[in-house]
């Protein structure tokens, strides 16, 4: 069974700050881990994705996650926030079967003050 | 232009009744998938098709019914409902279920039922 935990409920920062979104999971085997985001009233949007090789994945709009096999983390970072990056950030985890299936984390909110 | 459309965008039921979710994607994909989203629950994963097969079913209850009766179409018939049915509901789709597919889904805009 794969867990998804994502330690804090809500982060808030101004922008031009760094940010740092959490994620931590459990699972024995191979796993494919991603993030994605979403804005109020709107469907889930696809931010980048983790299965192998260099630990430090870039994706869309600046942000980049980190692999740490060591501390079962993969956390989401961004060096300079706009306020439009204020949404809900999911992370998620998915066995590398032919099922498709994701199970994501609680989310992060992420409020960003001019 | 949006490439997966759900329809409609929000519905109220009545307790006991049925309704039916529309699921259209225009990316070429061939796996399409149902996730949840309430405001008791995160995401929950609850049905995936690839080639219009059923690859998973997370769903304990036989009320969900996916039907997919053109490769681009995933519809969820819901029956019986219930107003721990009330929730947001995604269709998704990706290229495929596995291999470097694997954990990269595009999302609808959700469909809002709300079960009074």
């Known amino acids: 069974t794969q867990t998804v935990s994502q330690s804090d409920a809500h982060v808030t920062v101004f922008e031009g700050d760094s940010v740092e979104l959490r994620c931590n999971y459990s699972y024995g085997g191979s796993i494919y881990l991603s993030w994605y985001i979403q804005h109020h009233g709107h469907g889930l949007q696809f931010l980048l994705k983790?299965?192998?090789?260099?630990?430090v994945v870039q994706g869309v709009n600046g942000f980049e996650a980190e692999f740490s096999k060591s501390d079962s983390s993969f956390h989401l970072r961004k060096a300079s926030v706009h306020w439009s990056d204020s949404a809900v950030y999911f992370c998620a985890v998915s066995a590398s079967t032919n099922t498709g299936k994701l199970t994501f984390g609680d989310g992060t909110v992420l409020t960003v003050k001019p | 232009d949006p490439k997966i459309i759900q329809k409609p965008k929000y519905l109220v039921a009545v307790t006991g009744s049925e309704k039916i979710l529309i699921c259209e994607q225009y990316?070429?994909?061939?796996?399409m998938y149902w996730y949840r989203q309430s405001a008791k629950k995160p995401l929950e994963f609850m049905f995936s098709y690839s080639y219009q097969k059923l690859m998973d079913n997370q769903t304990a209850s036989s009320r969900f019914q996916p039907q997919s009766s053109k490769k681009n179409h995933l519809d969820l018939q819901i029956t019986a409902l219930k107003p721990d049915d009330s929730a947001t509901y995604f269709c998704?789709?990706?290229?495929?279920?596995?291999?470097?597919?694997?954990?990269?889904?595009?999302f609808g805009e959700g469909s809002k039922l709300t079960v009074l």
């Open positions: 990316l070429g994909h061939n796996a």
């Open positions: 983790y299965y192998s090789g260099n630990p």
């Open positions: 998704a789709s990706s290229q495929g279920t596995g291999g470097i597919n694997t954990g990269q889904l595009y």
